[in-house]
Structure formats: structure tokens, C-alpha cells
């Protein structure tokens, strides 16, 4: 079964062959580092993990490149606005260095704890600085540049193929409103390649150039790097679809433009946006959403991963506690399935070694997958397995064990569930509750059940009794 991938450049599905028979060559944009990634970015994270754990169960090795922008990403993509890192160390007083470091470890802390498979190489844009001036050197020489106001500019008239990934239509193209104009540029969609006239006092982090001492355009870092570890040319890229009309068609652009190779990529992947209840996600609005945020509130991580599987990577996907609720206890039932199967005896058994019946159900598995990453579909999968009375419970438990090698749950981390003996006390307390229930004391019922729920233990009234089960 071939793997069919959505090719943004191509507005189309296609099947999937890599450069390299050997190894697949991915580069995906990663966090800037100012802040605490929100839930939304994380859904792009995990669409990634899920793309590039498909890859590996078709049997490639991946060579996965992401980049850790630590300096040079303004507010607005379009070269407006002030650095993002700088603004942060306005605001808190930190040094921009502190900043990146903290929150470099809190976003590997996130993707650590949602399961995502750690990048084969991540690097820092303020490591790769010689890197980006010999693309600039190299774009100046074939004469995609031009200075004005102190800064280097890539000249898009230069690149007759701007645009072709948004399929941007350039003859209808005004200094947006939304953007600052900058009066140096010829052409508005220019991009800065290396500011030396920084338009803030303060800028912490500059360098020294053939251009003066400055910093570097957002954009050329992805290039610079993706280049340095993949080669000029290589199979997939991807990030949210916001970075399609501006960051990774300025990215085209300038790698196009220096190497003279086209296409420098021949996979364009994007995810889709999670939306809050405002709509679009953003990290201005005071406390926002975090994976921090959702563990205080009692949610797993692996509660979100199930969640994000619950969408398509191509389609929005709105958020909600309710939502998120309904994946908690979709995971919960299938943990305690799992845990049940363990229970019954099953193990792990070989692959070669399943039914036909058994052997259909990882090919029904490999038909979501291998087509666009429809995990929808996979988690169906999922449930039809665990309630196919046609599959012995080894079985059910080689599927999924073989099946989350994509899902990433972690369902080879369940264990069967200890038989635990309740403590004289608590069980002295549940006993009362019955009591003081019967008798309509209803606020002492409740505060026993908090201090049950304290100690880890959930309780259910049911027609034949209070039934207890612990939830630690
Ligand atoms: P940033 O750290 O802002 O550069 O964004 C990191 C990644 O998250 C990029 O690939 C963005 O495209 C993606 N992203 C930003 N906002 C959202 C959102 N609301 N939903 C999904 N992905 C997002
Ligand atoms: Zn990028």
C-alpha cells in the first residue's frame, strides 16, 4: 500500500517518494522561543510526530530538522512589529538569552510529555549566523538583493516564481494595510534578509556582517539551516498553514533564488489551525492555553494527543473543555480495555504470526494512514479491534501495540490495574456516606466524597450500593 500525502504546492494528493530511497528528509519550523507554546501550536506538533511516525512504520528512516527561532521574529511576519524575543525581555526584565532558554527547555518539556519523537537534529538560529550571511553573500552574487535604509532586502522581482506555493496573485499587491509600509522596500512583499537599522533601541542580540552589525531576517534562518543539515534539495516541509502566504514563500524564494534548483522541496505539508472559542488561538490575550494549563486542570497529555487525533490534520479543529472531556474518557476506556485484555492473559504474539481477520484490521489501519494521515479513521480502527469478537485478546494486544507505534498513546505503557484493598478509614468513611445519604445530609456526603477523591478514590452511587474505584 503506497503512502498518498496533500502536496500544498500541488493543491493535490500524491503519492509519496523520497530523494533518498533510504532516508526520508523532513524540516519542520519549530517554536519561537518568547513564550509558552499554546495547545494550538502543539496540534501542529503532533501533526507532525504523526507524519513522521507514518513514515517510519513504512519502513523509512527519517532525518528530521527543526529550527528553534531564538532571534529575528517580529510581531508581524511581514517585517513589522518588534522582535518578539526582544519584547518579552522588555516586559520581564530578563536577558533575551534567559528567555530562550527557558522556554526552549519548557517546549521540549511539552512535546516530551505528548509523546512527540524528538527531532534529529533541532537548532538554534543564533547558532547558525555565519550559515545565513553566506546565503545572503550567495543571493547578493546572483542578484536577488538590494540595500535601502541600512537594510538588506531580497528583491521579489528578481524571482519570477514568488508566490507559487499561495498561489499569490502579485499583480493585485499593495502595501497592505495590515503592514506596516516600509518605504525602503521596492516592492512591498520584499523581505528583509538582514537588518542593520533596527528600529529598536534595544536590540540585545547583533552580530557583525559584511553589511554592518545587525541581525537577521525571520525567514532566511529555516532556509540557512534546513539547507546546512538536508541538502539544497529534500523531500518535506511542513508548519500551520499560516506560514504559506509569507514565511515559506519567502523561504522558497531565497533558497530557490541562491541555489538556482528547483523545486527545493517537493513535499509542502501544512496543518491546520485549532481554534479557541474567539476563533483564532494567540498568545496576546493574558493567560491562554498551555499543556501546563490543562495537566493543572487534571487532564493527561495524552488526553489532548487522543483529542488532536480526533481531527484531521487539514481541517480546523475547534477546542473545548467538553471536547477534551470526551477524548479523556475515550482514553480511559481504552486504557481499561487494554488493562482488561492484560487481565484475560493476552501478550504480545509476532506480526507474521496474526489471522487473516487479525491481518485485516492493521491493513484497514494502514489504509487510514497511508492516505493523508486520516487518524479519524485509525482510531475507528481502534475500536473495531477491540470489540471484534473474531480476534483473541493476544491479538487485540499485537494490533494496537503494533498500531500505536503511530498513534503514540502509549498504550504499551499500560499495565493491569492494581487490586487495591481500601484503608479501614476510607472505607469507615464510605460506609458513613451511605448513612448520612439516606438521611438527606446531602453536605456532608459531598465533602466525604472530596475527601475520597483527595485520597484517589472515585465513588459512584449506584441502585445496589456506593461502588468505588481508584483513580491514582
Ligand atoms: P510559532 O512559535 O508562533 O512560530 O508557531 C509554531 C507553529 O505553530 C507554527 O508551525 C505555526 O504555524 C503553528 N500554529 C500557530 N498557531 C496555531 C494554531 N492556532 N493552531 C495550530 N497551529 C498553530
Ligand atoms: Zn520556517
Known amino acids: 500500500m503506497s503512502l498518498t500525502l496533500y502536496n500544498t504546492m500541488k493543491k493535490s494528493l500524491e503519492e509519496f517518494t523520497p530523494i533518498d530511497p533510504e532516508e526520508v528528509k523532513l524540516y519542520a519550523c519549530g517554536p519561537t522561543v518568547y513564550n509558552y507554546a499554546h495547545i494550538g501550536n502543539l496540534r501542529t506538533y503532533v501533526f507532525e510526530d504523526i507524519l513522521r511516525r507514518v513514515l517510519e512504520y513504512d519502513g523509512y528512516k527519517v532525518n528530521h530538522v527543526m529550527n528553534v527561532t531564538d532571534v529575528g521574529h517580529l510581531v508581524g511576519d511581514g517585517d513589522d512589529g518588534e522582535d518578539k524575543m526582544v519584547k518579552t525581555s522588555k516586559e520581564t526584565g530578563r536577558s533575551v538569552y534567559d ?10 518539556d511539552d512535546t516530551k510529555d505528548l509523546n512527540i519523537e524528538v527531532p534529529t537534529v533541532a537548532c538554534k538560529a543564533t547558532e547558525h549566523i555565519g550559515e545565513m550571511i553566506a546565503l545572503i553573500r550567495r543571493l547578493e552574487e546572483n542578484g536577488h538583493t538590494y540595500i535601502s535604509g541600512g537594510n538588506v532586502y531580497f528583491s521579489i522581482d ?7 506555493l499561495a498561489r499569490l496573485d502579485l499583480s493585485e499587491l499593495k502595501s497592505g ?56 534539495q529534500f523531500d518535506i516541509h511542513c508548519g500551520g498553514t499560516d506560514h504559506i502566504p509569507v514565511h515559506h514563500t519567502n523561504e522558497i524564494a531565497q533558497s530557490e533564488a541562491a541555489t538556482g534548483k528547483s523545486p527545493w522541496v517537493n513535499f509542502w505539508i501544512h496543518g491546520e489551525f485549532l481554534l479557541d472559542e474567539t476563533g483564532k488561538m494567540s498568545k496576546s490575550k493574558g493567560e491562554f492555553l498551555t499543556l501546563s494549563l490543562l495537566k493543572k486542570k487534571g487532564y493527561d497529555p495524552m488526553d489532548f494527543r487522543y483529542f488532536c487525533l480526533g481531527g484531521h490534520y487539514r481541517s480546523q479543529l475547534q477546542f473545548s473543555f467538553e471536547s477534551l472531556d470526551s477524548a479523556k474518557t475515550a482514553r480511559n476506556n481504552l486504557v481499561t480495555r487494554v488493562q482488561k485484555l492484560l487481565e484475560e492473559g493476552a501478550s504480545q504474539l509476532e506480526l507474521s504470526a496474526l489471522s487473516a481477520p487479525a491481518q485485516k484490521c492493521i491493513e484497514e489501519f494502514k489504509g487510514a494512514v497511508f492516505r493523508d494521515l486520516n487518524m479519524p479513521r485509525a482510531l475507528s480502527v481502534v475500536w473495531a479491534v477491540l470489540k471484534d469478537n473474531d480476534l483473541t485478546p493476544s491479538e487485540k494486544i499485537t494490533i494496537l501495540y503494533d498500531i500505536d507505534k503511530v498513534l503514540g498513546l502509549r498504550i504499551d505503557g499500560v499495565v493491569v490495574a492494581e487490586v487495591q484493598e481500601l484503608s479501614a478509614d476510607l472505607l469507615a468513611l464510605i460506609q458513613e456516606r451511605e448513612i448520612v445519604r439516606k438521611n438527606k445530609n446531602f453536605i456532608r456526603a ?27
Not at 528578481?158 to 507559487?164: E, L, N, Q, R, V
Not at 466525604?448 to 483513580?471: N, P, V
Open 446 to 472: 459531598d465533602e466525604i466524597r472530596d475527601i475520597l477523591l483527595e485520597h484517589g478514590i472515585e465513588i459512584k452511587d449506584t441502585a445496589s450500593g456506593t461502588k468505588w474505584k481508584s483513580i491514582v
Open 99 to 108: 528567555i530562550a532558554e527557558f522556554y526552549t527547555k519548557a517546549f521540549f
Open 158 to 164: 528578481t524571482f519570477p516564481a514568488y508566490g507559487k
Open 177 to 232: 494595510a495590515r503592514i506596516e509600509v516600509d518605504t525602503n522596500k521596492r516592492n512591498p512583499k520584499d523581505f528583509v534578509l538582514w537588518f542593520t537599522n533596527s528600529k529598536f533601541d534595544k536590540q540585545a542580540m547583533t552580530w557583525d556582517s559584511p553589511w554592518g552589525v545587525g541581525y537577521p531576517g525571520w525567514h532566511l534562518e529555516c532556509s540557512a539551516m534546513s539547507m546546512k543539515y538536508l541538502g539544497e
